[in-house]
């Protein structure tokens, strides 16, 4: 049975790169048909951030993404939150010990300090393993009574991992093959910390066991911590999972990992979903995103289908998803593509649905009765990038304009601007035809000799503001012959 984790911690908002791990261990559940776990990682409690767990969960469920275990939903393996696990590790850290393969450490900080700093005045790099851990304060070097003593008194301490002298720790990853790693370069990492929680690579061995997670993916970020996780397997022999470390998504510009300060500049979020913390970001669906775009481009960062496919929907990617078919190198964010996958999904989203939407985003388009907006909708859809988008395209069609763009007034400024208005004023008083509204104000300047193009533009910036919009007609018959008598009103009195 396939079994995989998406295990975020809750220090904040979830990161799209985030998100994207998340995708990907989904994908290759459903396309196995295993399990996808969420497991919230929250033993560092001076980094957790109020609200962060709610907003992981609130995020996935946006996005689709259904876990069949989680700490909403529960399960066998649970609980599904490291803090409600401690009792697990402190019994998992004791079975180390009695192994050997683990032992306790009583060095202070200050201690361990003075040690960094002697080591740095020789040129050194002070690195805990077993080069020194016989002369230091720990289980090792200290006879076993004295030992036993310091822990009945309670004094400070941590637990640490007995890192093998000489050993090529072999590593194994699906995207990047096999690497061999000195276990000499490896300090004796802390499992507990001396406050009795778990350091977050002993929990994650002790969970991903006990789970039985048959493949680890996560970001690239976790392979240096690789080797430790391999010795902490063997030193319980247990069966390692298999791993797979996904590249990184990119700035940009490709230069470092996509940051919030890069979607700032480049003015798009890099968040599924709005974060109301203490600073509040913008998510892509109060951007007008929706779920199937950003879940189908964020597939693409890393992972593209052997067809060659590319518009698909969540269903359609589980059935292509290759975890073999991912890359090592890392995927430039590019916001102009996204929107290009959001554009495309616009397109095959009922048009009920997109007004629902838009209304939630937008206070204006809230006021004015759906059937109208799915009128208008259905106008404009195939030319909108975004739902907010949508609002842009059809607007005016419900509001009159109250500013009109400076380069198209420009443009109609260069022709008979009052005839064209006085010809406007008269042709709204005559009410039977507002049909051929349009094509009565063609007729009428080819016998004033005004071209039909001046006559166009004209009367397009008198209804809509600008030289944008859709056909001329349809906007007369949609906005109706009273708001066009008022609009070119309107007109009238600002030249």
Known sequence: MRRVRFAPSPTGPLHIGGLRTALFNYL???KTGGDFILRIEDTDKKREV???EHYIIDALAWCGITPDESPNKGGKHGPYRQSERNHIYEEKAKELIALGRAYYAFDSEEELSLYRENSEKRGETFIYNWRNRNSLKNSISLDKDSVRKMLKKGEKHV?????????KVKTVDVIRGESIIESSLLDDKILMKANGTPTYHFANVVDDHIMRISHVIRGEEWLPSLALHV???????WKKPIFAHLPLI?????????SKRSGEKGGFPVFPINWEGNTKLKGFRESGFLPEGLINYLATLGWSPDEGLEVLSLDK????????NVVSSGANFDFEKLKWYNHKHIQTTENHKLVELLQNLNSDAEKIEKKKLVEAVKLVKERANTVSHLWELISYLFFDPSIYDEKSLKKISKYDLEKIVSKLVSSCNDKENCSDFVRNLKSWGEKAGIGAGQIMMTTRVILTGGLSGVDLQQIVSFVGLESVVRRVNNFKSKI
């Open 317 to 324: 990617l589980t059935k292509l998803f290759s975890l073999e």
């Open 159 to 167: 637990i640490r991992f007995l890192s093998p002298e000489k050993q």
């Open 231 to 237: 010795l902490l397997y063997d030193a319980f022999g």
């Open 28 to 30: 290759f559940a459903k």
């Open 250 to 258: 990119l700035n940009p510009n490709g230069k470092g990992k996509l």
């Open 50 to 52: 109020l609200g962060a």
